[in-house]
Nanobody, 118 residues
Framework: VQLQASGGGLVQPGGSLRLSCAAS????????MGWFRQVPGKEREFVAR????????YYADAVKGRFTISRDSAKNTVVLQMNSLKPEDTAAYYC????????????WGQGTLVTVSS
């Protein structure tokens, strides 16, 4: 099982980044996918989630209206489009997979670092 996140980097406030997470080793269509972020010294926090059928999306209040989560079942990929970035969005971003019968996320990827700074 592998969740390979990419797309992080340094961006100025107000800019955009597109994070991708490539999934392999499990049946992608049976999993909801989520993005989380963590700043050193703080707890990991939820950012966004998309259901297994792509029909349901959820966002943290802090990113609602600025971030968009989507999935491509043909490519086994989940994308987080981040617009109007703010310095407080700086964090390591992680993708995760939640099997449809489970409450907790089953698989986690490595983080990709997003830095928003002028």
């Amino acid at each position: 099982v592998q969740l390979q996140a990419s797309g992080g980097g340094l961006v100025q406030p107000g800019g955009s980044l597109r994070l991708s997470c490539a999934a392999s080793g499990f049946t992608f269509g049976r999993y909801a996918m989520g993005w989380f972020r963590q700043v050193p010294g703080k707890e990991r926090e939820f950012v966004a989630r998309i259901g297994w059928s792509s029909s349901a999306t959820y966002y943290a209040d802090a990113v609602k209206g600025r971030f968009t989560i989507s999935r491509d079942s043909a490519k086994n990929t989940v994308v987080l489009q981040m617009n109007s970035l703010k310095p407080e969005d700086t964090a390591a971003y992680y993708c995760a997979a939640q099997e449809i019968t489970e409450r907790d996320y089953t698989y986690w990827g490595q983080g990709t670092l997003v830095t928003v700074s002028s």
